[in-house]
């Protein structure tokens, strides 16, 4: 099972680069359960907003896009359900935002018939590959390096392999499942990644992600800045941060906290941790 099992139903040609978003993508999807609705949408492989909702593909849809909708412009888009009449209205017609790529298990037919109005869109589906993930997974990580290839197992097992709360404050089931969500957003977000995220009645969404800095602190801060310049400040005080960063001082936890970060997630590995 892999990508040869897709079906292109409308579009342009898949191209290299697309392929490239497309495996991005459906190992994101693959990251999270199919249990809610979760979009996804990315560029050059990175995410540039994630939202999970308990009961409505379209709110789920909305808070992806409005994470960043810069980036999102031009973007590779994914849902984990069958994608609904309401959410192409919401691309086509009422946002009328330019889609590279739009993957879902399935589309209904009215759904179909709004999307191919953009016949540049490639629409793609994917059917049950979700429920093949063990599957998918018992092949090679295999990369070309210039004179051969390197190969290696695919990055994944359970994200947390032990949990270690270590501050004062403890965290509820809530805001563990908050930061974990934070997390498996930044461990696809290009090195050194930050990702503020914030929980709602219904669900989880990203707020800011900072992607591809040297600079643990940098990566906090520009994940802030974008976060305020999209419209989400307030969200900002008592949201919940990811990054795949340990931190040897503490500015990047300052930086996250002087933002109004509650709570902070991070692989550790300092030497100073303790």
């Not at 305020?228 to 931190?247: A, C, I, P, R």
Request: include cysteine; aromatic fraction near 10%; glycine fraction near 8%.
């Amino acid at each position: 099972y892999g990508l040869h099992n897709l079906r292109k139903l409308s579009g342009k040609e898949i191209s290299f680069n697309n392929y490239l978003d497309i495996d991005s993508c459906m190992q994101m999807l693959l990251d999270f359960s199919k249990e809610h609705y979760l979009t996804a949408i990315l560029k050059h492989t990175s995410p540039n907003g994630i939202a999970i909702d308990k009961t409505e593909q379209l709110e789920s849809v909305k808070k992806a896009f409005n994470t960043d909708p810069m980036s999102a412009f031009g973007g590779i888009w994914g849902v984990n359900k069958e994608l609904t009449a309401n959410v192409a209205d919401f691309i086509v017609n009422k946002e009328k935002i330019f889609v590279e790529v739009l993957l879902a298990p399935s589309f209904e037919q009215e759904a179909l018939e709004i999307l191919k109005q953009k016949e540049n869109m490639r629409i793609i589906e994917y059917g049950d590959l979700l429920d093949k993930r063990e599957e998918i997974y018992k092949n090679p990580e295999i990369r070309g390096v210039l004179g051969g290839i390197i190969v290696q197992e695919y990055d994944y097992k359970p994200i947390i392999k032990e949990w270690n709360v270590v501050s004062k404050m403890q965290v509820t089931e809530v805001e563990k499942e908050a930061l974990i969500f934070a997390y498996k957003v930044s461990k696809w977000v290009k090195s050194n990644s930050a990702c503020f995220v914030q929980i709602y009645n219904n669900g989880i969404y990203t707020i800011g992600i900072g992607a591809g800095q040297q600079s643990r602190v940098h990566v906090v801060k520009l994940a802030a800045q974008k976060a305020k310049e999209f419209g989400h400040q307030d969200e900002l005080k008592n949201s919940y941060m990811g990054t795949d960063s340990f931190f040897p001082f503490p500015d990047g936890l300052e930086a996250a906290v002087d933002v109004g970060a509650k709570a902070i997630i991070n692989p550790g590995g300092s030497i100073r941790d303790e």
